[in-house]
């Protein structure tokens, strides 16, 4: 295909990282995909090879700068260019602020906003060089709306809108999207170690959709025109309240 790009996401082995890999597969993209579980990738690449596409897959553990500065540098020099970053692992142990599980609060900084900047950080350069590249951020409805025990995970996912809207402020070259998934079906609330708050999240979390919907809403925002930045969407059920 004659619009064909080239897209890195990363936190690729589960969830909407490896939905959005294979909803941009099937739309003709070439994916790279990155996580540190990659017997998981090697099992997606292959399923994405047999169906037609293009994939590649790399160990990325997106706290490090050397394993993005890894990835780009491969990608580049087997494909040219990154036209795409999908900046989608991220980690949601929640707990209340009095239980202090510190440890918690500083995985969360670390993956999902020092993850974010890495890949940002990681793409920048050679974005900036092509004067094309869109940046695409996974947030969350908790961006928005700040909700007992979720109060490090949303500022966090506040943090990556923030950087988002900033950035996309800071250039009128690249395009910046921020998703904000609802409920999504995935593994993000097995990392909950507070028994109390994994039982509310059990119900809190028995209404949602499926990743593939968030990988199509990625499909969509890369797909308009040059011209065109899709700044935002927000994706949730239908029948959530929240």
């Not at 890949?119 to 094309?132: D, H, K, Q, S």
């Amino acid at each position: 295909m004659s619009d064909q790009k080239i897209v890195l996401i990363t936190g690729a082995s589960s969830g909407i990282g490896e939905a959005t890999a294979r909803e941009l597969s099937k739309a003709g993209h070439v994916v790279v995909v990155g996580a540190r579980r990659t017997d998981r990738l090697t099992s997606l690449v292959k399923e994405i090879e047999a169906s037609g596409g293009v994939a590649r897959a790399h160990q990325l553990d997106v706290t490090s700068r050397n394993d993005f500065a890894r990835v780009v540098a491969n990608t580049l020099d087997e494909f040219g260019r990154i036209d795409v970053i999908v900046n989608n692992a991220g980690v949601m142990p929640l707990s209340p602020l009095s239980a202090l599980k510190v440890d918690e609060w500083d995985q969360m900084v670390d993956v999902n906003i020092k993850g974010v900047l890495n890949g940002i950080a990681a793409v920048l350069p050679t974005m900036n060089a092509r004067g094309a590249g869109h940046i695409v951020n996974v947030a969350s409805i908790g961006a928005h709306r700040v909700s007992p025990t979720a109060a490090v995970y949303c500022a966090t996912k506040y943090a990556v809108w923030a950087i988002s809207d900033g950035l996309r402020q800071e250039t009128d070259r690249l395009r910046v999207t921020v998703i904000s998934p609802g409920v999504v079906t995935s593994e993000l609330a097995d990392t909950i170690s507070d028994e109390a708050t994994r039982a509310v999240m059990k119900e809190y979390r028995s209404v949602a959709i499926e990743p593939s919907v968030i990988g199509g809403a990625i499909c969509y925002a890369i797909e308009q025109p040059k011209g065109v930045d899709v700044s935002e969407i927000i994706v949730r059920p239908t029948a959530s309240p929240n």
